[in-house]
Nanobody
């Protein structure tokens, strides 16, 4: 089992920045596939950014390309999401998801989810 805990959300104005963190723990968290997802009120949950396991490749939603950067500190078992040039449409609850090995990339169907951290961007 893998536990994930998100942190770093908050309220910023348009153009501001936030850095989200997701710490993984548990019996099978080493090398787990992890990714960031978000859900705005009245909208389905969507993938934001994720790392492909072992390949160093990344996935970004088109809406965040060039503004968000996903990274991972293997030593700390922590996934980060640096969000720059935030827009009001980025307002959502941001979730971290994880799948234990073997895995390719975290998806909407990932097995383990955190409680989420709220991001609010005002115009």
């Amino acid at each position: 089992q893998v536990q994930v805990v998100e942190s770093g959300g908050g309220s910023v104005q348009t153009g501001g920045s936030l850095r989200l963190s997701c710490e993984a723990s548990g019996n099978n968290h080493r090398g787990a596939c992890m990714g960031w997802f978000r859900q705005a009120p009245g909208k389905p949950r969507e993938a934001v950014a994720a790392l492909y396991h072992g390949a160093g490749n990344t996935y970004y939603a088109d809406s965040v390309k060039g503004r968000f950067t996903v990274s991972r500190d293997e030593a700390k078992d922590t996934l980060y999401l640096q969000m720059n040039n935030l827009k009001p449409e980025d307002t959502a609850m941001y979730y971290c998801a994880a799948d234990p090995k073997p895995c390719i990339i975290a998806t909407i169907s990932s097995r383990y989810w955190g409680q989420g951290t709220q991001v609010n961007v005002s115009s």
